[in-house]
């Protein structure tokens, strides 16, 4: 997997360089751009009533916020200090007390009135709650009755009619290793994390093309790459302190380019706050930006390999690393076939990038020694995730950027727990240390001493719409045990999920907060469990990190909410009332035994029982995943693999629609404003050409719309790619097709096509079958 050790830290330099500055306007002044001090004053003010906590936190936990993997205020990339406002954001789910008694028995309906920022900031669970259908209040319980109750409906019922998933609210690998084997013990595959609706398509392409499921390389090898490519990335609003990565590239030379249908103003010009030049005057990020169609990125990416193959032909070894193609690779006659067949015409049409920008492209990677791919949720969240992320593989294998210095392909990670969620076994197609396969069953099935259900289990999106399965059937999803998430704002069409999670017999919501999801009722009753974080875990926990790196965040000395219980410790004590006669076989009395078994069960991880202080980490598989060329597939070799064109086509006069994040961390939203445009929660980026064509002025009332939904919003103009348009998520899920998944890793599909029209236009047929003729219009003429 490889053998070389991490370089540790390296230094910024010391001198500045005013040609990578934005402006010579001192803090950005007048600038549309992210108010970091005024932010930061915001946090200390609402972390005031226990301000040596919060401190203690931020300097000796790891972030629970992105996967970067800052401990305390440093991390393994660069030497100085590391905060960003996402993490500072997150800081109060840590610190803030209790819900007062008299909000959190107030009338359920009073209460739904909230939307989950407002709920968030009620404060946290203080104890089990419960709440039965006619119930106008929640009830306090004791965890007994609580614990009792779920047990008693999980031992009535078939193991397929329950189902666990886990979000990666700083979640551990502790909890995500402890609920994946309870859930086994219990009967149950059907057990899912936050990972599915983000970078699923991510590991389930790297493993059929490289053999591996995570970033083949390390934060430290963009610094100084030749090229370094953000694909569907805006790393700067969603993992601020890559920036400061950015800024390091930029000083030894390296070229940034982005590829998005959105010309991010954050990721061409950034004031880095941690960098007291760039935080003064800013630093220009981007040196090209393509952007490409929604969905047009295979496109655009096999017409950078027919560019490749064409120069092959003038002159041999101009494009194409041949000894790593010839020594590393196959698959590679097949694809430089099936690339030769594409027509231009039709690849600058899928794309929207011209033949001509495809060349300068093809060119720049065609020069580069060196090249990093980092890419995020612009790749996944498509039908055609997997597909998306194997033609990442084949650009880099193509140019031999594997396993090496300064090189590789990274799927960078947005929340601190879920890279080790499938590496613990919180997945319904994994087991920790390998696939859910006869084998790697069998040799778990050694370490945990009892039998493994051999059925496949489903993915959360499946298990949701099987609670509207007949109360017969045997995969009726009945019990629903979920810690954190809230589905009703990170899955397509809202509405069916509400009805979903109301037909569950039993929902238990395992959390530090309430969200809009916890008050929704079910046929029997709802139980929430209050859980700690991860910095009140007693013995420390554990998080890994995109670049692999497994931190331990030590428990750390503070304010205890009354009857919150370590999540890995709940599902214990559950799992031990169901099966009471073999409570011996999941039984921990410390997460350190928990790291001990870890160590056993995935090979990756060995060396995690020995974390046991702050500053404890260690890199599984070494800096470079496939070091040398060597893959970890039957025959060592890497897989090309030939990618047709999705069908991606929009009728004329309709736009492609796709989401994109504001001042939010996942689907928490912090800020009505994005601070990277101006734009407000529901206005609907459009270029101005495409707006002008519609006659549609910006801040005009609009309506989009198809035949899953309706969004009213103002239209914004902005830098996208013409023919297509940009709304906020979780808002835009409305216009989302439910049960679309994509076909090997399970992703929803989070694009669409859609109408857009001025709002009086819509409304003035809206008694008419105007609006339905429009809709039935668009779906002819896409399928």
């Known amino acids: 997997m490889g053998k070389t050790k991490h370089q540790g830290p390296v230094r910024l330099p010391k001198s500045p360089d005013p040609k990578h500055w934005v402006s010579w306007v001192p803090f950005g002044i007048g600038k549309v751009k992210p108010k970091h001090i005024r932010d930061t004053a915001k946090v200390v003010w609402e972390n005031k009533d226990s301000l040596p906590y919060a401190t203690r936190i931020l300097t000796q936990g790891v972030c629970d916020g992105c996967a970067l993997g800052v401990g305390g205020l440093k ?84 193991p397929r009619q329950l189902a666990f998933f886990l979000t990666a609210r700083g ?67 969603n993992q601020p302190v890559s920036t400061k990565y950015m800024y390091a590239a ?25 960098v007291p030049e760039s935080a003064l005057f800013g630093t220009k990020l981007a040196d090209d930006v393509y952007q490409v169609n929604i969905g047009g990125d295979i496109a655009f990416m096999n017409g950078i390999m027919k560019h490749w193959f064409e120069m092959e032909k003038k002159q041999p070894g101009s494009a194409i690393d041949r000894d790593f193609i010839n020594s590393h690779t196959r698959g590679f006659t097949e694809l430089k076939k099936h690339v030769a067949d594409q027509d231009w015409s039709v690849l600058e049409k ?15 990677l065609a020069r580069s020694k060196s090249g990093v791919f980092v890419w995020s949720m612009g790749l996944t969240q498509h039908r055609f995730g997997t597909d998306n992320i194997s033609q990442v593989a084949n650009l880099a294998m193509l140019r031999g950027f594997i396993g090496r210095e300064k090189c590789g392909v990274m799927p960078i990670r947005g929340h601190s727990g879920v890279q080790g969620s499938g590496e613990m076994g919180a997945d319904p197609f994994v087991l920790p240390g390998g696939e859910f396969d006869n084998e790697n069953r069998k040799r778990i099935e050694e ?49 069916f999920v509400k009805q979903c999670l109301e037909n569950t017999d039993v929902r238990i919501h395992q959390d530090i907060i309430l969200n809009t999801s916890t008050l929704l009722d079910a046929k029997e009753q709802v139980i929430v469990l209050p859980a700690m974080t991860r910095y009140e875990q007693p013995g420390g926990g554990t998080s890994t990190s995109t670049e692999r790196m497994v931190y331990f965040s030590p428990e750390i000395k503070g304010p205890r909410i009354e009857e919150a219980r370590a999540e890995w410790e709940i599902y214990i004590e559950l799992a031990k009332r169901v099966k009471p006669h073999k409570a011996e076989l999941v039984d921990y009395n410390s ?34 995943l496939c070091e040398g060329g060597i893959c970890p597939t039957e025959d060592g070799r890497g897989i090309l693999l030939p990618i047709s064109l999705p069908e991606v086509r929009k009728p004329e006069g309709h736009f492609y629609l796709t989401t994109r994040r504001g001042k939010q961390f996942n689907s928490m939203i912090y800020g009505k404003q994005d601070p990277n445009n101006n734009a407000d929660r529901f206005d609907v980026l459009i270029h101005r050409a495409d707006a002008k064509e519609l006659g549609i002025a910006e801040g005009e ?25 940009a709304v906020y998520w979780p808002e835009g899920n409305v216009l989302m097709e439910k049960k679309v998944y994509e076909r090997y890793a399970g992703m929803p599909e989070y694009n669409t096509a859609v109408i857009v029209e001025k709002a009086e236009t819509y409304h003035a047929h809206k008694d008419t079958k105007y609006v339905e003729r429009r809709v039935e219009e668009l779906e002819t003429e896409i399928s």
């Not at 669970?125 to 609580?146: M, N, Q, T, V």
């Not at 030379?253 to 880095?272: H, R």
């Not at 035994?593 to 991880?605: F, V």
């Open 701 to 725: 009332a609009i309506v989009v719309y198809n035949r899953y939904g309706v969004f009213h919003g103002r239209a914004k103009y902005d830098r996208t790619r013409r023919g297509n348009i």
């Open 350 to 364: 899928s794309s929207g990038i011209t033949k001509e920008r495809m060349y300068e492209f093809a060119k720049l």
């Open 171 to 237: 979640i551990t690998n502790e909890s995500y290793y402890a609920a994946g084997k309870v859930a086994r013990f219990l009967g149950t595959n059907n057990i899912d994390n936050a990972s599915r609706i983000c970078h699923s398509p991510s590991k389930t392409a790297l493993k059929r093309s490289l053999g591996i499921g995570a970033s083949s390389c390390s934060y430290m090898d963009w610094i100084g790459t030749d090229v370094l490519i953000f694909w569907g990335s805006v790393a700067a609003n």
């Open 75 to 158: 991390d393994q990339t660069l030497t100085g200090p590391h905060v960003c406002t996402t993490r500072l954001n997150v800081l109060r789910l840590n610190t803030m007390p209790a819900i007062k008694k008299e909000i959190l028995f107030q009338d359920i309906d009073d209460l739904r009135k909230m939307d989950s920022s407002e709920l968030r900031n009620l404060g946290r669970i203080p104890y089990p709650l419960s709440r039965e259908p006619g119930d106008k209040k929640f009830k306090r319980i004791s965890w007994d009755e609580a614990l009792d109750r779920a047990a008693k409906k999980i031992k009535s019922i078939d």
């Open 250 to 274: 930029k000083r030894k030379g390296t070229k940034i380019i982005v590829i998005n249908p959105y010309y991010e103003p954050s990721m061409d010009k950034y004031w880095i706050p941690s």
């Open 447 to 495: 370490i945990w001493k009892f039998k493994i259900p051999d059925w496949q289990g489903d993915i959360i999106g499946v298990s949701l719409e099987n609670a509207l399965l007949p109360d017969d059937h045997e995969r009726k999803l009945k019990v629903l045990y979920t810690s954190g998430g809230n589905f009703l704002e990170t899955m397509p069409d809202p509405g």
């Open 591 to 624: 997460a350190e035994e928990i790291r001990e078994e870890i160590a056993k069960a995935n090979p990756n991880y060995e060396g995690i029982q020995h974390l046991k202080k702050k500053g404890d980490v260690f890199q599984w598989g070494g800096a470079w």
